[in-house]
């Protein structure tokens, strides 16, 4: 019988395995840098335009006083009270302004009117919400005729500026 050969140790398995783990890994290596990508060409993103500087004039703004309105309303505590509003338009536009003469005199009914028959008038001077509302109203009536008078122009909204004073002696 012949001798039998020792069985190799597991070191010298172990080495063996880590050597071809390297040169498989040298392999595929050395083949992914060598093969040729095919590379598509990326079209470069479009350039916007740049808008020509043009003439157009910016919005401008303007305040309109509107006049001065009062009426008596019932205080919480019941007193009568005298209320103001002296309301005042905040506009902005485009278009040229020719000063309105007597602005009071084109709005007057326009705003006397809603203001009259507004049904909180006595939460005017400390509701805001009553405040924006009176503001709407008297910008609704007023709009027509201020884009009549003042083409290129529109409101922003209304300021009120009320007050709420003792009525006169």
Same mark, same amino acid.
């Given at each position: 019988? %012949? +001798?039998? =050969? +020792? %069985?190799p140790s597991r070191k010298k398995t172990w080495i063996l395995v880590v050597i071809i783990a390297l040169i498989?890994?040298? #392999? $595929? #290596?050395?083949i992914a840098l060598n093969i040729p990508l095919s590379t598509q060409a990326v079209s470069p993103t479009p350039e916007k335009p740049v808008p *020509?500087?043009?003439? #157009?004039?910016? +919005?401008m703004k303007k305040t309109l006083d509107l006049g001065s309105f009062g009426v008596m $309303?019932?205080?919480?505590?019941?007193?009568e009270k005298a209320l103001t509003i002296h309301p005042v338009a905040i506009l902005h536009g485009h278009g040229p302004w020719q000063p309105l003469h007597d602005a009071q005199n084109h709005f007057e009914s326009l705003i006397a009117n809603p203001f009259m028959a507004f049904p909180d008038l006595n939460? /005017?001077?400390?509701?805001?919400? /009553?405040? =924006?509302?009176?503001?709407?109203?008297i910008m609704d009536n #007023? %709009? +027509?005729?201020?884009?009549?008078? *003042?083409?290129?122009?529109?409101? *922003?909204?209304i300021e009120l500026h009320p007050a709420l004073q003792e009525p006169p002696p």
């Amino acid at each position: 019988m %012949a +001798p039998r =050969k +020792p %069985a190799p140790s597991r070191k010298k398995t172990w080495i063996l395995v880590v050597i071809i783990a390297l040169i498989s890994t040298a #392999i $595929v #290596i050395g083949i992914a840098l060598n093969i040729p990508l095919s590379t598509q060409a990326v079209s470069p993103t479009p350039e916007k335009p740049v808008p *020509e500087k043009t003439n #157009i004039p910016r +919005p401008m703004k303007k305040t309109l006083d509107l006049g001065s309105f009062g009426v008596m $309303v019932r205080s919480a505590d019941g007193s009568e009270k005298a209320l103001t509003i002296h309301p005042v338009a905040i506009l902005h536009g485009h278009g040229p302004w020719q000063p309105l003469h007597d602005a009071q005199n084109h709005f007057e009914s326009l705003i006397a009117n809603p203001f009259m028959a507004f049904p909180d008038l006595n939460q /005017v001077s400390h509701s805001p919400t /009553v405040q =924006k509302d009176l503001g709407r109203q008297i910008m609704d009536n #007023i %709009a +027509p005729t201020l884009a009549r008078l *003042e083409p290129g122009w529109t409101i *922003e909204h209304i300021e009120l500026h009320p007050a709420l004073q003792e009525p006169p002696p």
